[in-house]
């Protein structure tokens, strides 16, 4: 993998963000909201809208729920957090399959000790990051988990009737169980009653919602 210091480098790293992580269509549409005043989700920054951001709004801190790698879309973001001074975390998620415990216990640590004001993304802005704004407004903000559950949302073009709505169905658990006991908070129940072999089991998407996030958007 040659290094971004080369023009060749930069070059291949250009072209893997813009045509095959569709940054091609991340540009002409940012999925890019606010969550509150120090906070805001989109979809992949690219080094362009990192440094705006660092503008407008004082940006201190991305929380990528991507993986580190060696791709062109991550180094050219690592670089542009790197000459900006904004730390860049990651909380490595999949959109398909249900939350690991100690992701969500990751993802609360994260949020309680991040620099503000953040930006949360992963690949569309849709779905990984849609289930950290949920944990943001919900551990931050003390937004009960129905009223967060609006970050996962058509309108941020998350599809809860593919393998991406173990999200939702996750979260529709909770709430079950929650009206049956309403004394155990959302952390409670992670910690002591979800059981993610039981959802996998149960859980069952639609075929043509699958064709549509796997095989057009390509999702994470």
């Not at 201190?60 to 690592?78: F, H, P, V, W």
């Not at 943001?136 to 937004?143: A, E, T």
């Not at 996962?152 to 996750?170: P, Q, V």
Request: net charge positive; charged share 25%; proline share 3%.
């Amino acid at each position: 993998m040659e290094r971004l210091n080369t023009k060749s480098g930069r070059f291949i790293a250009h072209l893997q963000a813009w045509f095959i992580d569709h940054e091609i269509l991340r540009v002409l549409f940012r999925n890019f909201y606010a969550l509150s005043a120090d906070a805001y989700r989109s979809n992949h920054p690219s080094p362009r809208f990192i440094k705006k951001l660092k503008k407008e709004v004082g940006l201190n801190t991305i929380i990528s729920m991507r993986r580190a790698d060696k791709t062109g879309q991550y180094r050219l973001e690592k670089e542009a957090c790197d000459n900006l001074g904004i730390t860049l975390v990651h909380l490595t998620m999949s959109s398909r399959s249900f939350p690991d415990v100690e992701n969500i216990l990751k993802a609360k640590e994260i949020l309680e000790t991040a620099t503000y004001p953040i930006l949360i993304h992963c690949k569309s802005g849709a779905d990984r990051a849609g289930l950290m704004s949920v944990f943001y407004k919900h551990f931050i903000l003390k937004q009960p988990i129905k009223q967060a559950l609006s970050e996962l949302s058509m309108k941020y073009g998350h599809f809860r009737w593919a393998d991406t709505g173990k999200l939702d169905y996750f979260f529709d658990d909770f709430l079950q169980f929650e009206s049956q006991h309403p004394e155990i908070t959302f952390l409670d129940w992670v910690e002591n009653h979800y059981n993610k072999t039981d959802l996998d089991q149960s859980f069952k998407a639609e075929g043509w919602a699958n064709i549509v996030v796997n095989k057009i958007l390509h999702r994470e």
